[in-house]
Each structure stands twice: as C-alpha cells, then as structure tokens.
C-alpha cells in the first residue's frame, strides 16, 4: 500500500534533477540531496545516483535495511529458544556460527556477543549493498562514486525515457550509426 501514495521515486527523481539543473544554471548553491523511496538492492542504489548525478550524493535505504534487522532478531530468537529451522541450520546453529559477518565486526569490537542480531542483521546487509554497489561500479569503469553519471543507465520503455529524459537505445543507436 505505500508503494501507491505520493510520487513514484523515477518520477520524483526527474523532477529533482529538472530543479536541480536549473539551480546550478542560476549558479544556486546547491545542497547535499539524498533521495528515498523504495530502495533496497545494489542494482537499484546505482541507477538511483546514476538518474540524480551529478546532484544526488546519497540514496537512504529504509525498509529494506530494517527487514534485515528484523530478519536477524528472529533468526536469534530461534537460537535462543533452540528451534532453529533446517534451512538455517545448514549454515550453522549459533550466532557466529549463522552470521558470517561477526568475524569481520570482531575486528571493530572486543565482545561480539553485546551486538544484538538485529544490528549484524543490518550490518551484513549494508555490507552486501557496499560490495555489489562497488562491483556495478567497477563494471562500468566508474571508481568513484562521483564518476557516476546518467550515461550509465538507459530506459527500457518509451515513457521510461519521457518521464527520464534520458536517450533510449534507439537514440543510442541512431546517433553512433552517424558517426559511422
């Protein structure tokens, strides 16, 4: 149900970016901007900073990064009670047995054991988004976040590009076939 209130983000987006543009043509100081609203995968962090640069410096993960919270509290209370399902148990049947990434927090803080699951729970989680958003980049031979640009997506679907003002690969296409 939050996803059909407000703004679609792509749309939201655009339009920062179109005010954005305007600002930097007025020669406005332009804030830091974050933007929000329904993202939780590496994949879509990316293209979230690729549709906003070169204004958008940050991309807020809510939900997602609280279900993984969530998902670690339950996954410790399941240790607790003893009761941890067969689909867990393959990876282990105690905290640091089940979340890998304690060996890494180990190096940060003497007592592990006073980390709730909740909190490695998100942890892990930020650390995926971090190794996938680093591995987009790389891909794209974009290694610093700054690099990112609009040139590093394209829109699948006519109204993608109105709504975007971003060239779809037709136009990509048109335009390199002329060079020839």
């Given at each position: ?64 990064a609280m279900a993984a919270a969530m998902s670690g509290k339950k996954v410790e209370e399941l240790i607790n009670s003893g009761t941890v399902p067969k689909e867990i148990q393959r990876f282990g049947s105690t905290k ?85």
């Open positions: 149900m939050m996803n059909e209130w407000g703004i679609p983000t792509v749309y939201l987006e655009s339009m920062l970016y179109d005010i954005l543009k305007k600002f930097k043509f007025r020669n406005y100081n332009l804030p830091q901007i974050a933007i929000a609203g329904g993202f939780a995968s590496e994949d879509q962090i990316y293209k979230g900073l690729a549709l906003g640069a070169p204004y958008v410096n940050f991309v807020a993960v809510g939900r997602a640091e047995e089940i979340f890998a990434d304690i060996r890494e927090l180990k190096l940060y803080y003497e007592n592990t054991e006073d980390i709730s699951a909740g909190a490695i729970g998100v942890y892990s989680y930020i650390n995926r988004l971090s190794a996938g958003i680093k591995q987009l980049m790389a891909l794209n031979r974009k290694f610093k976040l700054s690099y990112i640009d609009r040139s590093d997506i394209i829109p699948m679907t006519e109204l993608a590009a109105q709504v975007t003002c971003l060239d779809t690969y037709d136009d990509i296409l048109i335009r390199e076939l002329e060079k020839l």
